[in-house]
T-cell receptor, first 115, second 113 residues
Framework: AQSVTQLDSHVSVSEGTPVLLRCNYSSSYSPSLFWYVQHPNKGLQLLLKYTSAATLVKGINGFEAEFKKSETSFHLTKPSAHMSDAAEYFCVVSDFSQGAQKLVFGQGTRLTINP | DARVTQTPRHKVTEMGQEVTMRCQPILGHNTVFWYRQTMMQGLELLAYFRNRAPLDDSGMPKDRFSAEMPDATLATLKIQPSEPRDSAVYFC???????????FGSGTRLTVV
């Protein structure tokens, strides 16, 4: 079965500085990977997805993620943080075990932006 | 933008009562998930449908939970009888299958007292 580990439960950065949210996955085959964002008391919004095309994936709001098979990583980055980026971020792997597809979520990383 | 619609947004009910949550997936999406989110457990998959057929509901307590798709425009999640430990936010998501990503609704916040 697939699994996802988000290495940091909480990341705090200053506005205007780079953001790095780390994600490692385990997979028995070439996975589909996603990053979702959840603002307080809101639903989950898809930021970006990797589906075996380009390894550097660009998403909304200036976020990017790079798929590194050798490191089984899919870290999320943004060059310059904005106050509106404060939210919970989930790394997600698509699991096709037993002939059915599931989305397996990491535990989430809470991103705080300091003025 | 197309969206997944969930109703009600909030529900407060007494222990033992039946609760029904509804989800309208995006037109043309053939895959529907139900997830539950709590502080302790994070996001847990409850049930999964493809083309209205239930494919996986192993994450759902069978004795009190049931999930159905009576037609392509409606998915329901029922709890009977409800218990305080069912208090959580329940999300529905729909999509077109592997690799497309999934759109989540705004959730139903359930409180069982």
């Amino acid at each position: 079965a697939q699994s996802v580990t988000q290495l940091d439960s909480h990341v705090s950065v200053s506005e205007g500085t780079p953001v790095l949210l780390r994600c490692n996955y385990s997979s028995s085959y070439s996975p589909s990977l996603f990053w979702y964002v959840q603002h307080p008391n809101k639903g989950l919004q898809l930021l970006l997805k990797y589906t075996s095309a380009a390894t550097l994936v660009k998403g909304i709001n200036g976020f990017e993620a790079e798929f590194k098979k050798s490191e089984t990583s899919f870290h999320l980055t943004k060059p310059s943080a904005h106050m509106s980026d404060a939210a919970e971020y989930f790394c997600v792997v698509s699991d096709f075990s037993q002939g059915a597809q599931k989305l397996v979520f990491g535990q989430g990383t809470r991103l705080t932006i300091n003025p | 933008d197309a969206r997944v619609t969930q109703t009600p947004r909030h529900k407060v009910t007494e222990m033992g009562q039946e609760v029904t949550m509804r989800c309208q997936p995006i037109l043309g999406h053939n895959t529907v998930f139900w997830y539950r989110q709590t502080m302790m457990q994070g996001l847990e998959l409850l049930a999964y449908f493809r083309n209205r057929a239930p494919l996986d509901d192993s994450g759902m307590p069978k004795d009190r939970f049931s999930a159905e798709m009576p037609d392509a425009t409606l998915a329901t999640l029922k709890i009977q009888p409800s218990e305080p430990r069912d208090s959580a936010v329940y999300f529905c998501a729909s999509g077109q299958g592997e690799g497309y990503g999934y759109t989540f609704g705004s959730g139903t916040r359930l409180t069982v007292v």
